[in-house]
């Protein structure tokens, strides 16, 4: 069982159409980041959130940071091809420790 | 975003070599480098944490002794895989995070990762 479960595992949406990714867990974190990445690649880092209830925006993503703490989601308006890719969120239990990763969801944005 | 680099990015070798690969922050001191394993489809699972001169911590499952660690500096860590067999073949991705005083105390910045292959 992971601490971090993603949801959904797979998206596959038309260009223009909107899409939410979910990340979900019974423990607290004292920050929360989301990634992207792509295939033969690093993860790149999106945007990192701190504070229970915050809500972040990156042009067309939203971010979200649930107020206990314990669950994120990323939202993305009228997305586009170049927004294919894997979404990954990673959460620290302190300020400074290791990363816990979620499964991922790989979405697929079709022009 | 601070830049961190791996090399090699790919490496093909045959069963029973080692085989070394090189993480450094470019611009950027990192008091604390992660290594990563990623299969294909899958998502990244953390092998080991090293800090600047002492010795890595291992997840629950790692092999220490085959996947040794050394991070001599506050630029450069690397991960040897020794003795490969082709079930070490995977994607392995290093990550690095500044020191507590640094504007990017709370961020990972991950290298572009790079391929094993072990014929």
């Known amino acids: 069982t992971q601490l971090l479960e993603q949801s959904p595992q797979f998206l596959s949406i038309q260009e223009g159409e909107n899409l939410t990714v979910y990340c979900n867990s019974s423990?607290?974190?004292?920050?929360l980041q989301w990634y992207r990445q792509e295939p033969g690649e690093g993860p790149v880092l999106l945007v990192t959130?701190?504070?229970?209830?915050e809500v972040k925006k990156l042009k067309r993503l939203t971010f979200q940071f649930g107020d206990a703490r314990k669950d994120s989601s990323l939202h993305i308006t009228a997305a586009q091809p170049g927004d294919t890719g894997l979404y990954l969120c990673?959460?620290?239990?302190?300020?400074?420790?290791?990363?816990?990763f979620g499964g991922g969801t790989r979405v697929l944005v079709k022009p | 975003g601070a830049v961190v680099s791996q090399h090699p990015s790919w490496v093909i070798c045959k069963s029973g070599t080692s085989v070394k690969i090189e993480c450094r922050s470019l611009?950027?001191?990192?008091?604390?480098m992660f290594w990563y394993r990623q299969f294909p489809k899958q998502s990244l699972m953390l092998m080991a944490t090293?800090?600047?001169?002492?010795?890595?911590?291992?997840e629950q499952g790692v092999e220490k002794d085959k996947f040794l660690i050394n991070h001599a500096s506050l630029t450069l860590s690397t991960l040897t895989v020794t003795s490969a067999h082709p079930e070490d073949s995977s994607f392995y991705i290093c990550?690095?995070?500044?020191?507590?005083?640094?504007?990017?105390?709370?961020?990972?910045?991950f290298g572009p990762g790079t391929r094993l292959t072990v014929l």
């Open positions: 090293s800090n600047e001169g002492s010795k890595a911590t291992y």
């Open positions: 423990s607290v974190f004292s920050s």
């Open positions: 990550s690095a995070r500044a020191g507590e005083r640094s504007q990017w105390r709370r961020e990972q910045f």
């Open positions: 611009d950027f001191q990192a008091t604390t």
């Open positions: 990673a959460g620290a239990r302190a300020a400074g420790n290791k990363l816990t």
């Open positions: 959130v701190v504070t229970g209830g």
